[in-house]
């Protein structure tokens, strides 16, 4: 059994810049793509970004395109998330995602291509 466990939210003033982490551990674990998801109070849990974990090609969501970067390390299975330039409407709990099978390329953004999640971090970014 894979667990995934999500590390580094917290409070950011607007304009400021955290890294989140996601560090995988059980079996041997080899997914296809990983993933970065988002919920906020009272919305439905939206895609992040996502990453090839073989060959480390990424996938960001529009809204954030430019603001934030996925990355993944094989060798140690972190999966991590560097924001940068945090506005108000990205607090919410960041979530990470495992999917064991290829999910296909239109299905990347969706929460149902994803086998293994972990409990979530939350990120406020408020003054």
């Known amino acids: 059994q894979v667990q995934l466990l999500e590390s580094g939210g917290g409070l950011v003033q607007p304009g400021g810049s955290l890294r989140l982490s996601c560090a995988a551990s059980g079996r041997t674990f080899s997914p296809y793509v990983m993933a970065w998801f988002r919920q906020a109070p009272g919305k439905e849990r939206e895609f992040v970004a996502a990453?090839?974990?073989?060959?480390?090609?990424?996938r960001h969501a529009d809204s954030v395109l430019g603001r934030f970067t996925i990355s993944r390390d094989n060798a140690k299975n972190t999966l991590s998330l560097q924001m940068n330039f945090l506005k108000p409407e990205d607090t919410a709990s960041y979530y990470c995602?495992?999917?064991?099978?290829?999910?296909?390329?239109?299905?990347?953004?969706?929460?149902?291509?994803?086998?293994?999640w972990g409990q979530g971090t939350q990120v406020t970014v408020s003054s």
């Open positions: 995602a495992a999917s064991d099978s290829p999910p296909g390329i239109d299905n990347i953004p969706r929460v149902t291509a994803y086998d293994i």
């Open positions: 990453i090839s974990w073989e060959h480390g090609t990424p």
